[in-house]
């Protein structure tokens, strides 16, 4: 693989050989620590960071290589089914507090890619080379703790939303990739603390394009997502039960499809009209400090009106949402010195019934992000949209292992089926339109921490397809990454 993939080899042989080291103890042993618990480094480094009581900074590095084939395409016929790019994300942020409980919090961020082969994605796309991309202010709020004397806080402006474990609402920005997660939002988080309550209300208005609220720098007119979208959130959680923790949430979602005028930056393919009302609810817990699972469900109604439906026949008329899913997890923790940890999963998402009026296909709203796997992300761009799961059954375990101090394996197996046959908003010629066997998935992450300041991992998926796709072409994506943080 290194011969063939030079890019991928090299990046996976350096980070093996600075693993062995450290674990072997070639490297220099750290000073003593002071008694507060930071070395002397840490501690010039800590001061440089926080110069001030009411000023702090940080910033952070990624780069990643990315090597997968036939996911994106759903076939090896396509002349962009292999993919092979590096990623070089870069981080800088700042937080002022003027006052007491007032922060003011920036963050700018940028990712210049360069494709090794032509570009399956972005408006870079068929191009290979490198693409310097934009420079995104993706945070920029006012937070207030303790507003009016109140146990609560708020939050205004752009920030990064992430409810639960995700599922529903983790992500703002699916267009980019992991290089932003933001939603333009206002937060407020108020704490009954007698009563164990946390009340939750978020109100949301996002853009579909980078430049639809803050200017970038070198602009590029790109998309964040395929439709300008406003919403309302509100949850309840209660803690009285610790076997339990209750969540209740009720979830608004309005969509409007963007449209681009812009020949070299085409309307992302999969925008919708909605107005989408998700209820659900949610238990958590630990049982007998070995037992750990995570049950919820939500149910969605509404009208939506999407342009990509072609089966049984094209229509652009809005339909009746009738949509529902479910996302559980259980596990057993060993609680020995490798922090041995298996767990079992099974999510359900409702898919579009061609025999029905209706629409069926569960929406994962701001929740289109790989929480299981990178196959999973990019396997729908040509089903639904990139990140848009649905019509899915999966169920299978996972094996969580510490073999040594700072390294984390995970092997995870997932059989994926279809719930309808019919992939209805699916690009002709990929979907067999007969079988419901979506294939077998299997998953590999070694992690690493080098430092404090760096860390790493080699990540690996491959899925078998099954009788659902047309082509029965090995899926399979590779990646290794390091990350710097200061």
């Not at 800590?46 to 994106?72: A, H, Q």
């Not at 995700?166 to 920005?173: D, K, P, S, Y």
């Not at 101090?405 to 067999?432: C, H, I, M, W």
């Not at 992450?445 to 078998?464: A, D, T």
Request: charged letters at 20%; a negative charge.
């Amino acid at each position: 693989m290194i011969t063939k993939y030079p890019t991928l080899g090299l990046l996976l042989l350096g980070f093996s050989l600075s693993s062995a080291r450290s674990q072997n103890g070639q490297l220099a042993a750290p000073p003593a620590a002071p008694n507060n618990g930071l070395s002397p480094f840490e501690e010039s480094l800590k001061d440089i960071k926080e110069p001030v009581p009411w000023f702090t900074w940080g910033s952070d590095f990624r780069i990643r290589n990315e090597y997968f084939d036939n996911i994106l395409t759903l076939t090896p016929k396509n002349v962009l089914h292999e993919q092979d790019y590096f990623r070089f994300r870069a981080r800088l942020w700042a937080s002022i507090s003027p006052v007491n409980d007032v922060s003011l919090n920036t963050r700018l961020a940028t990712e210049p890619r360069e494709w090794l082969r032509p570009a399956g994605y972005t408006c870079y796309k068929g191009q290979s080379g490198l693409d310097m991309t934009d420079g995104i202010i993706d945070s920029l709020n006012v937070k207030w703790r303790n507003p009016l004397g109140q146990p609560a806080s708020l939050t205004v402006g752009r920030q990064d939303l992430f409810l639960g474990d995700g599922w529903l609402v983790g992500e703002g920005t699916p267009y980019d990739g992991s290089w932003t997660f933001f939603l333009d939002s206002a937060r407020l988080t108020y704490e009954l603390k007698e009563q164990h309550t946390t009340i939750e209300a978020i109100g949301i208005i996002q853009d579909a394009k980078e430049d639809g609220w803050l200017p970038p720098i070198h602009n590029q007119h790109r998309f964040l997502t395929e439709q300008n979208e406003k919403g309302a959130i509100l949850s309840v959680a209660n803690s009285s039960w610790k076997a339990l923790n209750p969540t209740a949430y009720f979830i608004y979602k309005h969509d409007d499809r963007a449209i681009s005028s812009d020949p070299h930056n085409p309307t992302p393919r999969g925008g919708d009209n909605a107005d989408i009302y998700t209820f659900g609810a949610r238990l958590t817990g630990l049982l007998a400090d070995h037992w750990k699972y995570w049950v919820e469900g939500a149910y969605q109604f509404g009208q939506k009106q999407d342009g990509t439906v072609q089966y049984p026949a094209p229509t652009t008329a809005y339909r009746t949402i009738d949509a529902f899913g479910v996302n559980n997890k259980f596990g057993y923790l060993f609680n020995d010195p490798l922090n041995n940890q298996l767990s079992l999963s099974y999510e359900f998402l409702t898919g579009d019934n061609p025999k029905s009026g209706n629409d069926e296909m569960f929406d994962v709203l701001w929740g289109r992000w790989p929480h299981w796997g990178e196959i999973g992300l990019y396997s729908y761009a040509a089903e639904t949209r990139i990140g848009q799961a649905a019509n899915l059954h999966r169920l299978g375990p996972s094996w969580s292992i510490d073999p040594a101090k700072a390294l984390n394996l995970t092997l995870s197996y997932y059989a994926l089926f279809a719930e309808q046959d019919v992939a209805t908003r699916g690009v002709p010629g990929l979907f067999s339109g007969t079988g419901s066997f979506r294939g077998h998935f299997v998953q590999t992450v070694l992690r690493y921490k080098f430092s404090r300041h760096v860390s790493g991992h080699l990540w690996s998926e491959f899925q078998v397809p099954g009788d659902y796709y047309v082509s029965q072409t090995l899926m399979y994506f590779l990646r290794a990454e390091l990350s710097f943080t200061l």
